[in-house]
C-alpha cells in the first residue's frame, strides 16, 4: 500500500524525526486549513513554532543555527505536511532553497547574519523570480540591481516588479533575481538580497488562486530601493544564472517529494472513503471500476516512490544532476494530476467540496506542473542531454 513502506533512505534518527513531525502537523497544520484559506496566509506564529522545535533549516549547517542535516531530513517534514493536507506553508522554499542560496553562495557575513535568524523562524524567507512579463525565460527579466558608488559605501539600487512569489506577504528577506548589467542575457543576471524593510520595498496584492488557497502568494514592487552591496549573494555580479541552474535541482525534487507524498495520500483517503460509502447496496470499493482505478492509482504511486527514493539517495550523495531532477519533477506532476483526478471522481459530488480534502489534492496538484520550472521546460531541459 502507497505510503506505508520505509524509503531506503530512512535511518532511525529520521524515524524520530518523521514521529515528531507528524505530532506537529497534526496539531499545528490541520486543524487551521480552513482559517488559513480565508485569510490567505498561515499565521506567522507558526514559523516561530516550528524553529522553536528545529524544524526549519534543518539541512544548514549547525554553525549558521541549522540542524546539521541533509536533504533527507526536509524530506520527511514536506512529505508529513503533505500527508498533514497542508499546502499553505510555504517551508519548502525558505528552508529548501532561501536558505540554501544563503548558505551555498553567502560570505561567511552574510551567513551569519541572515541563516540563524532564518532557523529561528524570526526571518521568512522568499525568492522572486518571475516577473510579470517573464516566468519561463528568466534571461528576459526587467528587473534591476545598478552598482552606485564605490568602496564601503558602495550600494545597489533595485527597481522592477515580481509577480506570483511564494511567502510574499510575510517575507522579511527576498532572494532578488536582477540583471546587473541590463545590456547581456544570462550573464547580466545577478542574485541580491532585499530586506522588505528597505524604503522602496512595497508588497502587491496576495493573489486569489484556484488552490494553495492559504499560501501567501504575492507581487511585489521594488522602487529605487538601496541595498549596500554586500547584499549581492556572492560579491560577484553576473552569478546569478548559474547559481539558479545550480540549485534547481533540489527545488525540483522537493516538487517531485511533494508529489509523490500527495498520490500517496490521495490514495490513502479515496480507500478510506470507497470502503466506507455504500451505493446499490455495496461498498462503492467493491465496484470493478473503483478497484481498478484504485490499483491503477497505488500502481502509479508506487513506481513513481521508487524513483524519487533513488533520486533523494543520489542528491543526499551530491549526485542529482540537472536533467535526472527534471525528470523527476515533470514525471511524477504528471502522475499526480492523473491520480488526484481519478481519486475525485471516486468521491462523487463530495470530491468537488472544498471540505474534503481530495479537492485540496486535486487543485494543489494542478500548480505542480507549472511551478519550479514548467514541465514543458523540463521536457526541453531532458532532451538537450539526449
Ligand atoms: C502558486 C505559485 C507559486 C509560485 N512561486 C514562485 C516563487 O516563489 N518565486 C518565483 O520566482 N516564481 C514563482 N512562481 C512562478 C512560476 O515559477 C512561473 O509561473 C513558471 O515558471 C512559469 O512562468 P510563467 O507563468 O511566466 O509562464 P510562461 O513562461 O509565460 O509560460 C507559458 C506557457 O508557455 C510554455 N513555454 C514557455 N517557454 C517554453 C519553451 N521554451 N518551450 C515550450 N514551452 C514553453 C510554458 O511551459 C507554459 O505552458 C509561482 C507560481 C505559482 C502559480
Not at 503533505?82 to 542560496?101: E, F, M
Not at 489534492?361 to 531532458?382: C, D, H, L, S
Request: glycine share 10%.
Amino acid at each position: 500500500m502507497p505510503g506505508t513502506h520505509r524509503s531506503s533512505w530512512m535511518n532511525d534518527d529520521l524515524d524520530a524525526l518523521r514521529e515528531m513531525t507528524r505530532t506537529f502537523c497534526e496539531k499545528e497544520l490541520t486543524p487551521h486549513q480552513e482559517r488559513w484559506a480565508e485569510q490567505k496566509e498561515v499565521d506567522r506564529e507558526l514559523w516561530n513554532k516550528a524553529g522553536e522545535v528545529g524544524l526549519l533549516c534543518m539541512s544548514i549547517p549547525e554553525e549558521y543555527g541549522g540542524g546539521g542535516g541533509t536533504f533527507a531530513h526536509e524530506a520527511v517534514l514536506l512529505e508529513e505536511q503533505t500527508y498533514a493536507g497542508d499546502s499553505a506553508w510555504g517551508v519548502s522554499v525558505h528552508s529548501g532553497i532561501v536558505a540554501h542560496y544563503i548558505a551555498g553562495y553567502g560570505t561567511e557575513e552574510q551567513k551569519k547574519r541572515w541563516l540563524p535568524k532564518m532557523a529561528s523562524g524570526e526571518l521568512v524567507g522568499a525568492i522572486a523570480m518571475t516577473e510579470p512579463g517573464t516566468g519561463s525565460d528568466l534571461q528576459n527579466i526587467r528587473t534591476r540591481a545598478i552598482r552606485d558608488g564605490s568602496g564601503d559605501d558602495a550600494e545597489y539600487v533595485v527597481n522592477g516588479a515580481k509577480t506570483f512569489i511564494t511567502n510574499g506577504a510575510q517575507a522579511d528577506i527576498v532572494i532578488v533575481a536582477a540583471k546587473t548589467n541590463p545590456e547581456e542575457a544570462a550573464q547580466g543576471v545577478s542574485l541580491v538580497v532585499v530586506e522588505t524593510e528597505r524604503e522602496g520595498f512595497r508588497r502587491g496584492r496576495v493573489l486569489d488562486k484556484i488552490g494553495l488557497k492559504g499560501q501567501d502568494t504575492a507581487e511585489m514592487f521594488f522602487d529605487d530601493v538601496r541595498i549596500p552591496a554586500d547584499n549581492l549573494l556572492g560579491g560577484q555580479e553576473g552569478q546569478g544564472f548559474v547559481q539558479l541552474m545550480q540549485q534547481l535541482p533540489q527545488e525540483r525534487l522537493i516538487i517531485a517529494v511533494t508529489a509523490v507524498a500527495a498520490m500517496e495520500a490521495a490514495v490513502k483517503i479515496t480507500l478510506a472513503y470507497t470502503k466506507d460509502r455504500t451505493a446499490f447496496g455495496r461498498e462503492i470499493f467493491k465496484f470493478q471500476n473503483t478497484k481498478f482505478k484504485l490499483a491503477e492509482s497505488a500502481t502509479e504511486a508506487t513506481v513513481c516512490r521508487a524513483f524519487l527514493d533513488q533520486c533523494i539517495e543520489q542528491h543526499v550523495r551530491g549526485e542529482l544532476d540537472v536533467p535526472t531532477a527534471a525528470m523527476a519533477k515533470w514525471w511524477t506532476t504528471d502522475r499526480l494530476s492523473r491520480v488526484a483526478d481519478e481519486c475525485l471522481q471516486l468521491f462523487g459530488g463530495y470530491g468537488y467540496m472544498t471540505e474534503y480534502p481530495i479537492s485540496q489534492v486535486w487543485t494543489a496538484a494542478r500548480v505542480q506542473r507549472i511551478f519550479g520550472g514548467t514541465n514543458e521546460i523540463m521536457k526541453e531541459i531532458i532532451s538537450r542531454t539526449l
